[in-house]
């Protein structure tokens, strides 16, 4: 067998604010709205996940998502073995002025901030102790549950080293799977091979270096799951200025 199913509900109880330690200031208690974060770890893999938004902030939240985020409009080009297709979701991205990423070949320039992703960016920040400057936005439609994100790294040379990525999201739960990037063999002396998670409304995973080097991640379809998802991913992009020689096509790209 080489699925591994993380049981979040049920884990170990871990401390509640986050891995990264020092004074931050502690939000609520862990209570029945928010239960206590739990530290997902396999070899090469590091992510932290809790409920940050109890159900009705996180309904509010979403609601003002849906009638505050504009998606690129028209078709935006995935390139997968050579041959085009049309990302399966809406995408967009928003952030600080000035910068950018290529996406197959196309630069585009992050929306600057809105109301609503600043909220969710400071929540982000004042739980993690991180600072995030660029998030994409991908929501998965509600018409048949087959919008997905294929399995992909977010290992693009824009962004900055070693920092950790803020997964947040509302609507659906749906599962995310990992697959460990180098199959091993060998009866699995070496954990894993893959972990699913279900990402509930509301919630955050916190992905750590060297999680992206050694694991893939996707959003499979899910034909059952007929409510729409949004999922935020809060990033740190290299200033223009402080980029190596990034190719095009590589930022951002591949699946996304
Ligand atoms: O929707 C998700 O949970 C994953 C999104 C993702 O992997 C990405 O935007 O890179
Ligand atoms: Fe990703």
């Not at 200031?25 to 996940?49: H, Q, V």
């Not at 952030?95 to 600043?118: E, M, Q």
């Not at 070496?190 to 991640?217: D, E, F």
Request: one cysteine or more; charged letters at 25%.
């Amino acid at each position: 067998m080489d699925a591994f199913v993380v049981k979040l509900p049920r884990g170990p109880a871990e401390d509640g604010g986050g891995s990264s330690g020092g004074k931050r200031p502690r939000l609520e208690k862990p209570g029945p709205e928010r239960p206590p974060a739990r530290e997902i770890r396999a070899e090469g893999l590091s992510c932290d996940y809790r409920i940050l938004f109890g159900k009705a902030e996180a309904d509010e939240i979403f609601q003002e998502l849906e009638k505050e985020v504009e998606y690129f409009e028209g078709i935006i080009p995935l390139q997968v073995f050579g041959t085009w297709h049309k990302i399966p979701r809406k995408k967009v991205t928003y952030g600080d002025p000035g910068l950018s990423y290529t996406y197959s070949g196309v630069t585009f320039h992050p929306k600057p901030w809105i109301p609503v992703l600043t909220r969710i960016r400071e929540r982000v920040t004042l739980e993690t102790g991180h600072t995030f400057n660029f998030v994409l936005i991908n929501r998965y439609s509600t018409k048949d549950g087959l919008d997905h994100i294929g399995e992909h790294r977010d290992d693009e040379k824009e962004l900055v080293p070693l920092s950790p990525i803020a997964s947040v999201s509302f609507g659906a739960c749906r599962d995310f799977v990992f697959r460990r990037r180098e199959q091993r063999g060998r009866g699995g002396a070496r954990g894993p091979a893959r972990i699913c998670l279900q990402l509930a409304h509301g919630s955050l995973l916190l992905m750590k270096h060297p999680t992206n080097v050694h694991w893939y991640h996707s959003l499979p379809p899910r034909r059952r799951v007929l409510a729409p998802r949004v999922n935020l991913t809060f990033r740190n992009v290299l200033p223009v200025s402080k980029r190596g020689n990034v190719q095009p096509g590589g930022p951002l790209g591949s699946e996304k």
